[in-house]
């Protein structure tokens, strides 16, 4: 079994700065792409950003520039730090990774969400 643990959610102005944290544990192996989602009311959940084993990095159109992820392999723990916040980036951020557990199998797991709110 694997679990996700997120922390870092909040209230903040618009402009201001979030940081958020997701640790993985359990039976892992090894972890290849971890990365955040978000969802919104009325709205499908979407990826934000992910950063694979290797360190590449992908990023929505709608954060380049003001979203940065990392990764802290020794860890198994992934980062987000948002800049320059939006009132429309409020929503629910999930972490996601793609692990391998210690039976060789690949699994998809999820964070049960942290609630990013941006005030205007």
């Known amino acids: 079994q694997v679990q996700l643990v997120e922390s870092g959610g909040g209230l903040v102005q618009a402009g201001g700065s979030l940081r958020l944290s997701c640790s993985a544990s359990g039976s892992i192996f090894s972890i290849n792409v971890m990365g955040w989602y978000r969802q919104s009311p009325g709205k499908q959940r979407e990826l934000v950003a992910a950063?694979?084993?290797?360190?590449?990095?992908n990023y929505a159109d709608s954060v380049k520039g003001r979203f940065t992820i990392s990764r802290d392999y020794a860890k198994n723990t992934v980062y987000l730090q948002m800049n320059s916040l939006k009132p429309e980036d409020t929503a629910v951020y999930y972490c996601?990774?793609?692990?391998?557990?210690?039976?060789?199998?690949?699994?998809?797991?999820w964070g049960q969400g942290t609630q990013v709110t941006v005030s205007s």
């Open positions: 950063i694979t084993s290797g360190g590449s990095t």
């Open positions: 996601n990774a793609a692990v391998e557990t210690n039976y060789r199998i690949w699994a998809n797991y």
